[in-house]
């Protein structure tokens, strides 16, 4: 039973930062692809970022150079370190993994609850 469980969110003021975290559990977490993602109020689900079983790291362009993907594998836990937020940054995050070649949340599923970051101007 995988279970992705995010957290981290908050309410921060432009330029500021915030960490998030997406504690998994249930796999081995080390061997698995996960990314971030994230849904702005009235658009659609995004892609934000992902880090490859061998620690390759891939950003969309809206976060690059601000955002930063990393994982503890003694945690089992993703982390998603955010410098520099924007207002445009303000969304629902979502973690996702790629488990026996396929995503654990699809774009057909129920993402969840995620954790909202509000980035006020």
């Given at each position: 039973?995988?279970?992705?469980?995010?957290?981290?969110?908050?309410?921060?003021?432009?330029?500021?930062?915030?960490?998030?975290?997406?504690?998994?559990?249930?796999?081995?977490f080390?061997?698995?692809?996960?990314?971030?993602?994230?849904?702005?109020?009235?658009?659609?689900?995004?892609?934000?970022?992902?880090?490859?079983?061998?620690?390759?790291?891939?950003?969309?362009?809206?976060?690059?150079?601000?955002?930063?993907?990393?994982?503890?594998?003694a945690?089992?836990?993703?982390?998603?370190?955010?410098?520099?937020?924007?207002?445009?940054?303000?969304?629902?995050?979502?973690?996702?993994?790629?488990?026996?070649?396929?995503?654990?949340?699809?774009?057909?599923?129920?993402?969840?609850?995620?954790?909202?970051?509000?980035?006020?101007?």
């Amino acid at each position: 039973q995988v279970q992705l469980v995010e957290s981290g969110g908050g309410l921060v003021q432009a330029g500021g930062s915030l960490r998030l975290s997406c504690a998994a559990s249930g796999s081995a977490f080390s061997l698995n692809v996960m990314a971030w993602y994230r849904q702005a109020p009235g658009k659609q689900r995004e892609w934000v970022g992902t880090i490859t079983n061998s620690g390759l790291k891939n950003y969309a362009d809206a976060v690059k150079g601000r955002f930063t993907i990393s994982r503890d594998t003694a945690e089992n836990t993703l982390y998603l370190q955010m410098n520099s937020l924007k207002p445009e940054d303000t969304a629902v995050y979502y973690c996702n993994a790629l488990i026996g070649g396929r995503w654990y949340r699809s774009d057909f599923d129920s993402w969840g609850q995620g954790t909202q970051v509000t980035v006020s101007s």
